[in-house]
């Protein structure tokens, strides 16, 4: 990671405990890390989308939450790296730990009854996110929150290839959506360990290579997508289970999960 910017540009000196590799403030004054800023429309656009299709089609609230959940991250993202602000930064960081827990929570619920819900588990995921906001903020060290998220992850990957075995999930989904997600995890390591490297190689080029080389936000467009697709998976096989026929149709070119059913009273009903 580069060190924290002295050039203070519109929104000030950074206050942030992180400043990533891209060069601050060099397309414009407003955006401190401009290409790590737009790259943010990948989790702003899509979830928009699908939570609204979420919602007009009546699937379970929280596969609508947890579209809003990717939405919060990436406004978040947008502001922090816009800013490079402390405040901005945990508006970044402190979603992406409760987003997270909400697709633990969505992903054990995959083969429960209608609106069944395990509240030891609801009791243990708000219990670790409000410790890990309390630690943080008080810490302020990037590893600690790094390390929680990595644990969710983790959970995440493991509970998610344990439900391949089920039948009618999805392989497809997963598999794009680790792919997508891993692809970027390692781009992102890439442009940690490597900055100065990659920055000497950035001055090499001309001016429109140079932002293709902003891995960072690379990081942020396959983050984001994966974690969308994953999102996606989580419904496929949820409503596979509920024998809900659905299928993943686009949209101005993004991907969504179209439920072939509308619910009534007395419960779903096909519409095929």
């Known amino acids: 990671m580069a ?22 403030y060099v397309v414009t004054e407003y955006v401190a890390e401009f290409w790590n800023t737009i790259s943010n429309l990948a989790m702003i656009i899509p979830p928009i989308l699908a939570g609204i299709k979420a919602y007009q089609e009546k699937l379970e609230t929280r596969y609508v939450v947890s579209f809003f959940s990717i939405l919060v991250v990436g406004v978040g993202s947008w502001c ?14 402190l979603p992406m730990i409760w987003g997270s827990c909400i697709f633990v929570f969505d992903l054990f619920h995959s083969f429960t009854p209608p609106k069944y819900q395990n509240l030891p588990m609801i ?11 309390a630690v943080y903020v008080s810490i302020k060290n990037p590893i600690f929150h790094e390390t929680a998220y990595a644990v969710l992850v983790f959970t ?20 794009t959506a680790l792919a997508t997600y891993g692809t970027g995890f390692i781009i992102w390591n890439i442009d940690n360990f490597f900055c100065h490297n990659i920055r000497e190689f950035r001055g ?11 891995l960072h936000a690379w990081w942020h467009l396959l983050a984001g997508l994966g974690t969308y697709i994953h999102v996606l998976y989580s419904v496929q096989v949820r409503t ?3 024998k809900w026929p659905g299928k993943v149709k686009t949209i101005m070119g993004i991907p969504y999960y ?3 059913k509308t619910v009534e009273k007395n419960g779903p009903v096909h519409k095929d």
């Open 3 to 24: 060190p924290v910017a002295d050039y203070p540009g519109v929104w000030g000196k950074a206050t942030a405990t992180i400043d990533w590799c891209e060069e601050n």
């Open 80 to 93: 922090f790296h816009m800013t490079l602000l402390y405040e901005m930064q945990l508006f970044d960081e």
């Open 123 to 133: 009791l243990c995921l708000v219990l670790y996110s409000f410790i890990i906001t």
């Open 156 to 175: 995440l990957f493991f509970k998610s290839l344990d439900m391949l075995r089920r039948p009618n999930s999805s392989r497809a989904l997963f598999f």
């Open 204 to 214: 090499t080029l001309t001016s429109p290579w140079r932002p293709l080389t902003q």
């Open 240 to 242: 596979s289970y509920l």
């Open 258 to 260: 179209h439920v072939s």
